[in-house]
């Protein structure tokens, strides 16, 4: 199956600075690519969709302030957590897919604010 | 509005079979998902039905009822390591993935 490489996978920031995680397909274009948060023993939750060279669409109740989206090219997606707190320590996770129906995960980051 | 409804946890025995089942109600239909994910790792793919019917992949098979809005994963001859959490996702009409809570399947020897 097609490669969605995400990195970091593992990240600890002190609270107030930004961090970015990058999300790159390997061997496909990706028209769309998927940010979700996941918390300890629950599903995934969709924070935003990104259409290469547009702006992403986020979900009620996702800063978009604050979690900055930039989808710039057809294999790159970057989220940029800002002046992060303790309460955004999750796991991030992004996919992308093709015009196809099966999305591909990136390996996602644990993120810790400290 | 669109739901998701799946089992939160289950215990099986190695060797056997074990049927998670998944119910869906979504603005549309375009097909239903399910990924296994292990603790601490992103989800990985693991089927995907748009027609009526069974699916079978190796030990894994995968049915889809769209009229009754169900769907059933059955793993047979279980494994040590098919203990993980199975995320059933149905795709509405935008395209977009519907996710439910995750069954945690526990394997014991």
């Known amino acids: 199956g097609a490669v969605v490489s995400q990195h970091p996978s593992r990240v600890i920031c002190k609270s107030g600075t930004s961090v970015k995680i990058e999300c790159r397909s390997l061997?496909?274009?990706?028209?769309?690519m998927f940010w979700y948060r996941q918390f300890p023993k629950q599903s995934l939750m969709l924070m935003a969709t990104?259409?290469?060279?547009?702006?992403?669409?986020?979900e009620q109740g996702v800063e978009k302030d604050k979690f900055l989206i930039n989808h710039a090219s057809l294999t790159l997606s970057t989220l940029t957590v800002t002046s992060a707190h303790p309460e955004d320590s999750s796991f991030y996770i992004c996919?992308?897919?093709?015009?196809?129906?099966?999305?591909?995960f990136g390996q996602g980051t644990r993120l810790t604010v400290v | 509005g669109q739901n998701i409804d799946q089992p939160t946890e289950m215990t099986a025995t190695e060797g056997a079979i074990v049927q998670i089942n998944c119910t869906y109600q979504?603005?549309?239909?375009?097909?239903l998902f399910w990924y296994q994910q292990h603790a601490g790792e992103a989800p990985t793919f693991l089927s995907y039905?748009?027609l009526d019917g069974l699916e079978e992949k190796g030990r894994f098979s995968s049915f889809l009822s769209r009229s009754k809005g169900y769907s059933y994963l059955l793993l047979k001859e279980l494994q040590m390591k098919d203990s993980a959490s199975y995320l059933c996702?149905?795709?509405?009409?935008?395209?977009?993935?519907?996710w439910g809570a995750g069954t945690k399947l526990i394997i014991k020897p």
């Open positions: 996919s992308a897919r093709t015009g196809d129906a099966e999305a591909f």
């Open positions: 061997d496909f274009q990706a028209t769309t």
């Open positions: 990104s259409n290469e060279g547009s702006k992403a669409t986020y």
């Open positions: 979504t603005s549309g239909f375009n097909g």
């Open positions: 039905n748009v």
């Open positions: 996702a149905a795709m509405d009409s935008n395209y977009q993935l519907i």
